[in-house]
């Protein structure tokens, strides 16, 4: 079970030098506006394409993997997709891309 970890985004951000600031301007959105998406644990699907591009990682790197501890107490808007651990970054990968198809056609 993978579930996106918007404590990674944070993480990611600081181990690369770009402040909050600067990643929630990148995103198109203010730093009270990324805190508070952070906190609730629920973006959109462009703010986190934006969220990938800025950081110049694959989205895979932003949910944690099998045996990392997962907070049970998170929003249920949170993603979570079963995987087998042989091919788990494909069967990930094109997880995400039907999300991401299906958020857009919603929209």
């Not at 203010?30 to 800025?54: N, P, W």
Request: aromatic share 6%; hydrophobic share 40%.
């Amino acid at each position: 079970m993978s579930r996106l970890d918007y404590n990674k985004i944070k993480s990611l951000a600081a181990g690369k030098r770009i402040p909050i600031k600067e990643l929630a301007r990148l995103c198109g959105l203010s730093e009270q506006g990324f805190h508070y998406m952070l906190k609730k644990q629920s973006m959109r699907v462009d703010t986190f394409e934006k969220i990938c591009e800025a950081l110049n990682v694959n989205p895979v790197e932003l949910f944690q993997r099998e045996g990392e501890e997962i907070d049970l107490s998170s929003s249920p808007s949170s993603i979570i997709i079963k995987a087998k651990e042989a091919d788990y970054n494909d069967a990930l990968i094109q997880k995400l891309d039907i999300i991401i198809d299906l958020l857009r056609y919603r929209s």
